[in-house]
């Protein structure tokens, strides 16, 4: 398997990107990397690769692109003058079958403008959306979408967006049915904004012939329920939703840690709550679920987490693999579109 | 202190709204509860109270109501049809001066329009924003708004948020200038929906006469970083993130005591994290936080949770009674409006 990397555009520049490249082929016999960027750089940062993962260089491509698109540039930015950045070479190297997924932690809004003029649109969808897989209840999880490629979405995208979500857990968790739901603020029919309340309509209108079963409203705490496996929203309120949950996490999980520090004494503390809560923050690290996919695309693109260090971008990497494994936008064309 | 209390319209019926009245009533002395609903059903759940909780009893007034508002009606249907509930005689009760404040755990959009008709807005505020406090890092809290009163709102309103939002954080926690933030889905100006751009650009315009700090955009996971004292949504990002919030911190908090009862072994356990456990989850528990306030009004109304059992519902009256204490909608006509 080959996939293509933008190495621009992370919070961390190159370096984290590339040994996050670098652990996912040493771990992986079978995949082949080719890294978008300024050549130098790249060079630079695999000659600084630590041991173990130093053995990985000689299957990570450097491909020179000296353009990189900018963390503030707007689509139309990327659309207009974005042609010869690193990201845009990346995306025509999977669009010509040069690999058989793209990533990129840079910009969200360039990534998707591009990406779509780049790979096209699967027939049926007008523009990709963004989703990842939240944790929930039992195990489980559930797949929120639209996390900011689209804000101010009409209806109609609403539920494009359902039909893609389904196809995420069809094809990727093998649910023979996927449970839908519409994000909400209450279950009541006379409750949610405008576009909402027009989207459970279109749905409700179609629901016996679509591949998944759609439940109606739910509300924010349902995400974590275990009941759902795909909640539709609007970017805004996806993109918030997502953030908002990394970010209390994180305070959880320290505050967690600071009770059993502070209310446990030394020794015992050390020798019986540390192991398992080292273990719980690696768990619930945002980190781990690292990775959002494009959907819709005729090829598969994942978008990384700006932030992301090397262990986050490897997490992605994960992802992009076993889409193509399950060969996503195939599936996608030919049982949802 | 008098508050005047709605017992119809939480999920668990009267009983844990009028225990926890009781509950609140027993703590304090100098307040008084007036308690509106069916008589008869007051009576009972009065006699029936646990021993500690009996002694309230003379204290809590029962005034006699036959009609309540139905969990699925709307604010049309309690403006037109409503005039007679439990929850207008009691926002009535508290316009006409009979107590200091008023609370429900009933329908929300119903309280909102209800409120807004029996007790009147501030000069300057044209609907009610519905607010609470989220619990963020070092101790300190971050008032969201608006969190479901309002879907849909125009930027105007977006700016009336913030304006609402610094006056609670003045108020109650004595904050000089609060620290106010847009929530969007990132810091870059070309970000976001069309009306947080426009709430933006209006903010920017008058900053120099607010008497707060105004930020500019913040993300989601900015809510709990303890940096920001008020964070301005739509009612439909604010309710889907606080309900979010509350179900992954349940979520977590299992997960947290799942972790230490599967990997230490039985009487380790519960002698030592046990009790850490126990007060971590007390802490972290959403029914703490309990009771948003409904401002802009002339009078002071608090909602419950409708899920909130009885001391969920304390913790509503505790939250109002601060209100009351510090005056909020005196102050806000006086020097925010």
Redesign the interface.
Not at 219 to 225: A, K, L, P
């Given at each position: 398997m080959r996939l293509a990397i933008d190495v621009m555009g992370g919070d961390q520049g190159p370096r984290a990107i590339i040994e996050g490249s670098a652990k996912a082929v040493i771990e992986r016999p079978d995949i082949e990397l080719t890294l978008f960027g300024p050549r130098q750089r790249i060079i630079a940062e695999l000659s600084r690769l630590p041991q173990p993962l130093a053995a990985a260089a000689s299957r990570l491509v450097a491909c020179d692109v000296s353009d990189a698109v900018p963390?503030?540039a707007?689509a139309a930015w990327a659309l207009r003058r974005g042609h010869e950045t690193s990201m845009a070479r990346m995306l025509r190297y999977v669009a010509e079958g040069g690999a058989h997924a793209g990533l990129s932690a840079g910009n969200?809004?360039a990534l998707v403008a591009l990406s779509r003029r780049e790979l096209g649109m699967i027939s049926g969808f007008s523009r990709p959306a963004i989703s990842t897989a939240i944790p929930?209840?039992g195990g489980r999880r559930c797949y929120l979408l639209d996390l900011?490629a689209n804000?101010?979405s009409p209806a109609s995208r609403l539920v494009d967006f359902a039909v893609l979500g389904a196809a995420m857990a069809h094809c990727i968790d093998g649910i023979d049915r996927p449970r839908v739901a519409l994000?909400n603020?209450?279950a009541?029919?006379?409750?949610?904004?405008?576009t909402?309340r027009e989207t459970d309509h279109l749905l409700r209108e179609c629901a016996s012939s679509l591949p998944f079963v759609y439940l109606g409203y739910a509300?924010?705490?349902?995400?974590?329920?275990g009941e759902i496996d795909v909640m539709v929203?609007d970017?805004?309120?996806g993109?918030?939703?997502?953030?908002?949950?990394?970010?209390?996490?994180?305070?959880?999980?320290?505050?967690?840690q600071w009770?059993?520090e502070s209310?446990?004494c030394g020794r015992?503390a050390s020798v019986?709550?540390k192991?398992?809560l080292k273990?719980?923050k690696q768990?619930?690290d945002p980190v781990r679920y690292n990775g959002a996919s494009l959907l819709g695309l005729k090829r598969i693109v994942v978008k990384s987490h700006g932030s992301a260090g090397a262990d986050g971008f490897y997490y992605a990497i994960q992802r992009a693999l076993q889409e193509v494994e399950r060969d996503l936008p195939t599936q996608l064309a030919s049982r949802w579109s």
């Open positions: 963390p503030s707007s969200t809004a929930s209840r900011g804000v101010d994000l603020v209450g009541e029919a006379t409750k949610g904004s405008v909402v509300e924010g705490g349902d995400i974590f329920q929203c970017g805004f309120v993109n918030v939703t997502l953030k908002a949950s990394e970010g209390l996490t994180r305070m959880l999980v320290e505050r967690v009770a059993f209310r446990l015992l019986l709550a192991p398992v273990r719980l768990e619930l």
